[in-house]
């Protein structure tokens, strides 16, 4: 343990600013470093994204859910100071809903701090969220329903409420009638049995905003979010000042939500989320600059991916069967109840070997409780996250173990194109051309077949593993080959769920052979 330590010491050594993020579709396992790297940080901030994120955190043994709250949180009894930062949309039902969670753990959440410049989530923007899902049909995003696209389109539109507005009645009272007067071209275009019914959800309050004449009640939203606003008062702070004051002095944390290939700026758009979590959204998020930033780490899956809801997902394991089935099962339980199984995790079906990984990685969603999509790593859209709104970024991989006993491991070097001809830029893409730099657009990566290299698995259990040296020689040639594709140094690997499961590595001093 001591030599892990002086490692983590070593690769923080004078850092002021430390950054953790995900580079593929989210879910990679940021709660575990987070919780590696707070010993060293004074303030941890969630610069983006809202209660569309999710991630277990075990206190006394017992799993306990949160959205809004980083993870960092249970390091409030360090003395950890929390912030959610300005580029985050808040609902404040739901925070506060963990919140009270904590207090019930004996937390004091005392050190919690909220940015006074945080966009809110309203009633109105989970409905018109659901709505427009519901009304797309089969073009639906997928998205978690919680309101969080609508929130930051609203921010665009300039019609969007602040959290600090929840401090001054009066001037929340009339931006949310101006903001609910535009939605109202949205709403009135829909059946009104529609509405009540996506209203009538436990997290919209059973159906309180819902008005049979209006459609939405306007008096009752404002209730319930000027309650909120009390409750929540004391946690509400000028966040620019606050960074301002502590840039410098304190260590400071960024722990992202989301991933890069959910970008609004740089992912698989349409299917992405609203908000930037590349390194230069969540900077600006937290209110820093690129400058201030002394380490950047981007965590990937150990050799393998997941993405919830829709969207182009090339190294998909069961291809268009896996997607399809994703898509339309609630629940792990509904999994079960049509794949019982047990499946080999190399199983020669690759829709079922998929079932088997997703079920041996515990791959379900925190927030949707979807199962997630699980595919093998893709280093063409890894090349591209590393080039996107970053500097310098060293990677960690998480999840390592779960890989353990699969035969073959295949890693995707590029791509083939396989769709109609398409124009990018001055670029003409045909069919049967390789691709290794792929526009990110969806109506492309839908015909992109992945081109693999297949390397040789190992067998034995490396949780228990302290030295990068006794790693299998078959892990070692995958990273090597990740290094050799896309110069970029992993510094961490994650072994298993537990902080102890974790490996600082010095990857060029470190024994290859
Ligand atoms: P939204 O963020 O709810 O608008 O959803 C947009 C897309 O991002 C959907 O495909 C979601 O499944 C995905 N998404 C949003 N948040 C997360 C997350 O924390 N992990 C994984 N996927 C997410």
């Known amino acids: 343990m001591d030599e892990f330590i002086d490692k983590l010491k070593s690769l923080l050594f004078m850092a002021k600013v430390v950054v953790v993020r995900c580079l593929q579709w989210g879910d990679t396992g940021k709660g575990k470093v987070i919780d590696v790297l707070s010993p060293w940080a004074d303030i941890i901030i969630r610069p983006l994204g809202g209660p569309n994120a999710g991630h277990t955190i075990y206190l006394n043994g017992k799993p306990m859910i949160f959205h809004s709250l980083p993870s960092g949180i249970i390091k409030d009894r360090d003395g950890k100071i929390n912030l959610l930062g300005s ?22 959440c005392e050190n919690l701090k909220i940015s006074q410049k945080a966009n809110l989530i309203l009633p109105t923007h989970i409905l018109e969220d659901r709505l427009r899902e519901y009304l797309s049909g089969n073009g639906k995003i997928g998205t978690t329903g919680k309101g969080v696209g609508p929130a930051y389109t609203d921010h665009v539109a300039r019609t969007g409420l602040t959290v600090n507005d929840l401090l001054n009645p009066q001037v929340f009272r009339s931006k949310l009638l101006r903001n609910i007067e535009q939605k109202m071209l949205l709403f009135k275009g829909v059946d009104l049995k529609i509405i009540e019914q996506v209203l009538s959800s436990s997290d919209l309050n059973l159906g309180k905003y819902f008005s049979p004449d209006n459609i939405i009640n306007v008096e009752d939203i404002c209730e319930d ?8 008062e004391k946690f509400i702070i000028d966040a620019e000042k606050f960074i301002r004051e502590n840039i410098g002095k304190k260590r400071i944390l960024l722990e992202g939500a989301q991933g890069l290939l959910l970008s609004i700026n740089y992912g698989t758009y349409p299917f992405v989320t609203c908000s930037d979590p590349s390194l ?3 900077v600006k998020g937290a209110g820093l600059s690129m400058s201030d930033v002394d380490l950047d780490l981007g965590i990937i899956k150990g050799f393998m991916e997941t993405r919830v809801g829709e969207g182009p997902f090339p190294t998909e394991i069961g291809d ?4 399809s ?9 509904d999994e079960k109840f049509r794949y019982p199984g047990p499946y080999s995790i190399n199983h020669p079906d690759p829709f079922l070997q998929g079932i088997a990984l997703r079920r041996k990685a515990k791959e379900y969603g925190a927030t949707t409780k979807r199962p997630r999509r699980v595919g093998w790593l893709d280093l063409v859209l890894l090349k591209h996250a590393l080039q996107s709104g970053a500097k310098d970024t060293k990677l960690v991989l998480t999840k390592l173990d779960v890989l353990s006993g699969v035969k073959t491991i295949n890693v995707c070097v590029e791509y083939k194109y396989v769709g109609p001809d398409y124009r990018y830029g001055q670029k003409l893409f045909k069919t049967g051309d390789r691709v290794s730099s792929p526009p990110m657009y969806s109506e492309f990566l839908a015909y992109c077949e992945p081109v693999y290299k297949s390397f040789p698995g190992w067998s034995k259990d490396i949780s228990k593993l302290k030295n990068y040296s006794d790693m299998p020689q078959q892990l070692k040639n995958i990273l090597e080959f990740i290094y050799q594709n896309l110069k970029t140094e992993p510094v961490i ?3 298993g769920p537990n902080p102890e499961e974790t490996l600082v590595i010095d990857f060029f001093s470190e024994e290859k052979i």
């Open 87 to 108: 580029g985050m949309v808040i609902d404040p039902k739901s925070l506060i809903e963990e919140i009270e969670l904590l207090k019930s753990q004996g937390f004091s």
């Open 225 to 232: 979010y000027f309650a909120y606003g009390r409750t929540l």
């Open 280 to 282: 230069e959204g969540m």
């Open 320 to 323: 268009i069967h896996s997607r």
């Open 325 to 333: 089935f994703c898509s339309k099962c609630p629940n792990k339980e």
């Open 493 to 495: 690997l994650s072994v």
